[in-house]
């Protein structure tokens, strides 16, 4: 019996850090750690062998380490992604730099503090809004959606709020007020839910001086998302839609309505009755 | 929905300039081969052809209708550059409003502009 033979060859790589303590550093430097690397080895592994083996003071932030959680977003050989999801010999032959993601503030080293993403993407309300809260509060029945309409947004729910996107845009990079992709996806994201009524209240907020009229399409955050959104597609529609309400051009549709509620629908016919239990 | 408000015109403008500036490509270059708009020998761009030209309401309004549109396009063109840099709030207020005088004051001295050349042009023509 023969066993298959994993790859285990490493390679050492130096790996150039962002550093920075804000109470005791006046301006981020670089420091480099040489550190071994085999094939299938995450950047996120390898600064955890950092933090292990070579210096603890090290920081950043991470959660699931399968590109889910969208925590350890970082700027790896200048693009922005997930540390988690990005195999190092992938990116580096010899040299990997890793740092922070820009347009953030830096909580410490390779954190960046996400917060104004947060209160940006708060501001456009990204729920679901309804003129009938009480209905929408009570579960006594679902609302209908066809797979077209679910398609119609779908992609846009996928957002884990890294914050990829907002690393790379150019716009955000000089116009700090901006809302950016990410918030901005989220707009879309709600205003193409059938569910939702909110578009109306949305628009004060998306159609604003800083808001999806700034975007240039440099299409550098979807070129970015680890998830494989494209916020600058639903920044494009979002101009649309806020260019056809100013108009007076956009179709008026009601929100989707409740469906039945649990056990109160009519079963289809010719269905034959379920099997007898037989446990 | 200010924004949107303005952000509509500014791509409206946009259009309006597109064809606008081929009825000037026309004109200009085209013009002086066709002999479309510049009945008298010479270049598009000589004294008899410019006052032909000028003396057609239809060329005043045109001239007028471009200087406003090409304006408002390219002031809320600066201005979206401007606010790109991250001003406080107050400081936009003083750019739209410089920006709204200055176009203002701009279009008005075109438009007087095209409006004494055409009645220069008509006064030229009858005497």
Redesign the interface.
């Known amino acids: 019996m023969t066993m298959s033979k994993t790859n285990t060859t490493t390679r050492e790589i130096n790996f150039h850090v962002t550093r920075y303590n804000p109470e005791t550093d006046r301006t981020p430097y670089v420091k480099t750690y040489r550190i071994p690397v085999r094939e299938g080895m995450t950047v996120l592994d390898g600064l955890h062998y950092i933090k292990d083996n070579v210096d603890p003071t090290l920081a950043w932030r991470y959660s699931c380490r399968m590109g889910v959680c969208g925590s350890c977003g970082m700027l790896l050989n200048g693009r922005p992604t997930l540390a988690c999801n990005t195999q190092v010999l992938h990116i580096a032959d010899t040299d990997l730099t890793v740092g922070p993601l820009p347009n953030f503030e830096i909580i410490r080293d390779l954190v960046p503090d996400l917060m104004t993403m947060f209160e940006k993407h708060s501001s456009i309300q990204p729920h679901i809004l309804r003129t009938d809260e009480a209905g929408l509060n009570s579960p006594d029945g679902e609302f209908y959606q066809s797979p077209a309409e679910l398609e119609a947004y779908l992609q846009f729910a996928y957002c884990i709020k890294c914050g990829c996107c907002m690393a790379a845009c150019p ?1 955000l990079a ?5 809302l950016g992709p990410m918030p901005l996806a989220a707009a879309e994201r709600y205003d193409k839910d059938t569910r939702d009524d909110g578009r109306r209240a949305r ?2 907020f998306t ?5 999806a ?2 975007c240039h399409y440099a299409g550098e955050c979807s070129r970015a998302c680890p998830k494989g959104v494209d916020p600058a597609k639903a920044i494009q529609y979002l ?1 649309r839609q ?2 056809l ?3 007076h051009l956009a179709r008026r549709k009601k929100p989707c309505q409740k469906m039945h509620g649990p056990g109160q629908g009519k079963p289809l016919p010719n269905i034959p009755a379920a099997p007898a239990k037989t446990v | ?1 200010r ?3 303005y ?2 015109w500014h ?1 409206s403008a946009g259009v309006v300039i597109l064809f606008l500036l081929g009825l000037h490509m026309l004109i200009m270059h085209v013009g002086g081969i066709t002999h479309l708009f510049a009945p008298h020998t010479g270049e598009a761009i000589s004294k008899e052809n410019s006052l032909f030209r000028d003396s057609r309401m239809f060329f005043t309004v045109t001239y007028v209708l471009l200087l406003g549109v090409a304006l408002y396009h390219g002031l809320y063109g600066l201005r ?1 550059i401007l ?4 001003l406080k709030p107050a400081v ?1 207020k003083a750019i739209t409003f410089i920006l709204l005088v200055a176009g203002l004051g701009l279009f008005g001295l075109g438009t007087w502009a095209a409006i004494a050349t055409h009645a220069i042009a008509i006064a030229g023509g009858r005497g």
């Open positions: 716009t000089t116009d700090a007020r901006y628009n004060e159609g604003t001086s800083h808001g009229f700034r101009k806020l260019v309400d100013y108009l | 929905m924004e949107t408000k952000w509509t791509m979206t606010f790109e840099l991250t936009e």
